[in-house]
């Protein structure tokens, strides 16, 4: 099997402990591979971490396509599955939104969030402990509190959280494009209304929306958007985070314990929990802006090229034993926040909430173990963050 005879390929979200060896197979035989999408659409999967750190910030890929009717497609996600913007000015379009979103992700007001985070950490373990073993870490905390953070930072009522996360869910879809498109149709409209709100609040200092509210030269269309893209990123990736990480730490009780033992090591614990997901969710979807080529292999202008965080997160030429769970993992840049001009603004918020998260844990439930064999838990097939569905667990 050469890297140009094209694979088709499972793209669902697998069980984070499941190897995935038809990935592994190919990510042994170089670093970039034709391949066939979940709907059997033509492209080129990049697995290497040097080629995926190298083309995150590569300006040849973008995310639009110059005829986007007849681009490949990943799968079905009205988000993740086709082009996105326009191409002619996309590159403009990315600096100018990064630039209105940055200042409200600052490393400082990150840190000034801590807090906070920390009060509504707090206060769901002291519900959880209240009802007693055994519990969903789903439910108690891995879902609630990302929620919590992301609707106080953006100004988003937590009385609201049933009905978005609902068209966050859909919108997500990776397998109905209906259902895709409608949800994101719902959120944004959602994102309108609360915009119209906060105009007629007229208080611009109190959140996130409420300052792109009433920054010049953003209408509520775009603020709205804007709004609405943190509110989808901000809580369902950090929700899926916190479980995956939950599951990896908690199946190997050697490493569990090893934090209980010694708090400090809680930095690598984040690190590692960011770095562990493994092979299967797909790639990161960029077109090529032109021709160019990639470890040897010519990739036409729109053709479709898949950066694969996951396989650069595990290539064992970076990742020494890559597919274990290590807590001694020496410090290495993994790739799951992606690199350069693209790198996520949400990073510093998102090992906040893991950082805080997982000391408390350790702290007031060191003899947390699961509930089930860790090969029993379900995640969630057909969402783009995946995730634990339910993670059992007592103490």
Known sequence: MSSTTPVQLPFEQTHPLRPAPLLRMLQARGPIHAIRTAVGDAAWLVTGYEQVRALLDDDRLGRSHREPETASRTGESALFGGPLGDFATEEADHARMRALLQPHFSPRRMRALRGRVETLTAALLDEMEAAGPPADLHAALALPLPIA???????????????????????????????????????????????????????????????????????????????????????????????????????????????????????????????????????????????????????????????????????????????????????????TFGHGARYCIGAPLARIELAVVFSRLATRFPALRLDCPAEELTFNPNVLTGGPTALPVTW
């Not at 943190?230 to 490493?255: N, R």
């Not at 929990?273 to 802006?289: D, K, Q, S, V």
């Not at 160019?292 to 034993?321: C, K, M, Q, S, Y």
């Open 149 to 335: 953070v992301i609707c106080e930072l953006l100004g988003v009522p937590y009385d609201d959280r049933t009905r978005f996360r609902a068209w966050t869910q859909a919108a997500g879809d990776i397998t109905d494009r209906a259902r895709s498109e409608r949800g994101l149709a719902e959120l944004f409209s959602y994102g309108q209304q609360l915009v119209a709100r906060k105009r007629a609040e007229a208080d611009p200092d109190a959140d996130v929306i409420s300052r792109l509210a009433a920054t010049d030269g953003v209408n509520d269309d775009e603020a709205a958007a804007m709004g609405m893209t943190l509110l989808f990123a901000g809580h369902e990736t950090t929700v899926a985070a916190i479980g995956e990480g939950a599951t990896w730490l908690l199946a190997d009780p050697g490493q569990w314990q090893a934090l209980v033992a010694d708090p400090s090591r809680i930095g690598a614990a984040v690190e590692e929990i960011l770095r562990a997901p493994g092979l299967g969710g797909g790639g990161i979807p960029r077109y090529a802006r032109t021709d160019l080529d990639i470890a040897g292999v010519h990739v036409r202008e729109g053709d479709l090229v898949l950066l694969d965080t996951g396989a650069a997160n595990h290539d064992a030429a970076v990742f020494p034993d890559p597919d274990r769970f290590d807590l001694q993992r020496p410090a290495l840049p993994h790739l």
